[in-house]
DNA sequence: GCGCCGCCCTTTGCATGCAATTTGCAGGAA
DNA sequence: TTCCTGCAAATTGCATGCAAAGGGCGGCGC
């Protein structure tokens, strides 16, 4: 019964994507990296069918752009796109707030306690850092029991992580921490409209303050969109 | 030039894709019926490979089940589920709503208000109907400009079809034509808060009034759940 | 010198083939 | 009869092969 550890899950494709999907996170792979499916089968030891697979999944994730012919990219949103990302995602975080305020247990007030702990112990290591802020929403949203819910909060936190290695600004500490355990405290006090509140400050916050464009690398599509219309080419 | 019709979008993977979704939303492909690859690629006239990558697609989707090894089915929903899933869609359709309260363009109210109208005449034919009423939802999410937004509505418009076809009610105006109609002029006028109130009871409507299901064919997971607890068989 | 055109090489699009797993069924033992 | 066992057909998992589209580069014309 020893199955290799690499084939959790359905298959190696789903390896082969959750290895991407993590590359992408941790910015090993930046955006608008090209992702040719014989460089990675190779390195990750399966063939261009199971590369792709992934691939489609990721793209329908939106952590890849697909575009026919011409191969895999790790996606590049535009800023505008990062800004209505981060609307879809309040959106869907108020509904995590409002469907656990008053009603987490025991266990799971320890589990997100600890998690914190963590992110505060974290704090110096920037990469571990963003990705254990990320993971505390995706952890709230798993006590749901949302399915479906879950699964659009996994995919806007997941791509949020994008839009701020494209538009952070690089010391921004993303999350406060002490932002995550004020929102536990109201959440366990069943303070529903104090901690949707606050919900929407911490992710309103990102967007206003980590998220305005450093101006030279911004993406050329908003650079230029502005001189297309304004040459009536749209 | 001439480019067979099917093939339009990225290559005939997608073709594929949109043919089986359809089927699915018409009906014509009931929740829990087997999606054999090679039955279906033969039938559609392309490879299995193609095949594969449209389930892919669709299991992303949630609208298709894919078990390793056990091959594809359409996706059979628990009760359960469903009303999660409307309760994320009314997360993001609130949204759709602030967004667009006030926000409309002449051209934009000229569109809906032709859709609605076009839902009031095809109201004898119930697939037709109910194709139209979801239609509504998706066409106002476009309106947002929101590509996440968009995507997420799509979606959970999709699967609730699913739902319904399940569990609903088989006579209920799944989304009553006049509900619709309100509801934009409420947008036309600005008037949010109301036009939010209106889309919370309109899809409130659907859980409460047409969701409840019909006891001979409910889904063997929900029934069989309640005996595997009672048995100590989790 | 500069720019355009066409060729070649790389990479994708898709089909097919083979191994592995599952399911249904038949036959035999209790 | 009923249950177990093992074979066989169907179906998925995955790799590879071939055709074609795209991009880069060198040569040719201006």
Redesign the interface.
Same mark, same amino acid.
């Given at each position: 019964m020893t199955r290799k550890i690499a084939d959790s899950g @359905? #298959?190696r494709s789903h390896a082969v994507h959750r290895a991407l999907k993590r590359a992408i996170l941790d910015q090993a792979l930046s955006p608008g990296a090209k992702l040719p499916e014989d460089s990675i089968g190779e390195r990750l030891g399966v063939s261009r069918?199971l590369v @792709? +697979?992934a691939l489609?999944?990721l793209s +329908? +994730? #939106?952590l890849v752009d %697909?575009r026919?012919n011409k191969g895999a990219t790790v996606a590049r949103p535009t800023l505008e +796109?990062g800004r =209505? %990302?981060f609307?879809?995602r309040m959106?869907?975080e108020? %509904?995590v707030v409002e469907?656990l305020s008053g009603k987490l247990t025991r266990e799971q007030i320890d589990t997100l306690s600890a998690h914190i702990d963590a992110e505060d112990a974290a704090r110096a290591e920037h990469a571990q850092s963003i990705r254990l802020a990320g993971e505390f929403h995706t952890l709230l949203a798993q006590m749901t =029991? =949302?399915?479906? %819910?879950i @699964?659009?909060v996994n995919e806007?936190v997941a @791509?949020s992580s994008l839009i701020l290695a494209l538009y952070g600004r690089p010391h921004s500490s993303e999350c406060a921490v002490s932002e995550h355990r004020d929102l536990l405290d109201h959440l366990i006090a069943g303070k529903t409209g104090e901690a949707a509140k606050l919900m929407t400050h911490h992710l309103d916050s990102v967007t206003t303050r980590a998220l305005l464009p450093k101006e030279d690398d911004r993406n050329i599509k908003d650079v230029l969109s502005a001189y297309a219309v304004a040459e009536g080419l749209v």
């Amino acid at each position: 019964m020893t199955r290799k550890i690499a084939d959790s899950g @359905r #298959g190696r494709s789903h390896a082969v994507h959750r290895a991407l999907k993590r590359a992408i996170l941790d910015q090993a792979l930046s955006p608008g990296a090209k992702l040719p499916e014989d460089s990675i089968g190779e390195r990750l030891g399966v063939s261009r069918t199971l590369v @792709r +697979e992934a691939l489609v999944r990721l793209s +329908e +994730e #939106g952590l890849v752009d %697909l575009r026919p012919n011409k191969g895999a990219t790790v996606a590049r949103p535009t800023l505008e +796109e990062g800004r =209505n %990302l981060f609307l879809t995602r309040m959106a869907l975080e108020h %509904l995590v707030v409002e469907t656990l305020s008053g009603k987490l247990t025991r266990e799971q007030i320890d589990t997100l306690s600890a998690h914190i702990d963590a992110e505060d112990a974290a704090r110096a290591e920037h990469a571990q850092s963003i990705r254990l802020a990320g993971e505390f929403h995706t952890l709230l949203a798993q006590m749901t =029991n =949302n399915a479906s %819910l879950i @699964r659009y909060v996994n995919e806007t936190v997941a @791509r949020s992580s994008l839009i701020l290695a494209l538009y952070g600004r690089p010391h921004s500490s993303e999350c406060a921490v002490s932002e995550h355990r004020d929102l536990l405290d109201h959440l366990i006090a069943g303070k529903t409209g104090e901690a949707a509140k606050l919900m929407t400050h911490h992710l309103d916050s990102v967007t206003t303050r980590a998220l305005l464009p450093k101006e030279d690398d911004r993406n050329i599509k908003d650079v230029l969109s502005a001189y297309a219309v304004a040459e009536g080419l749209v």
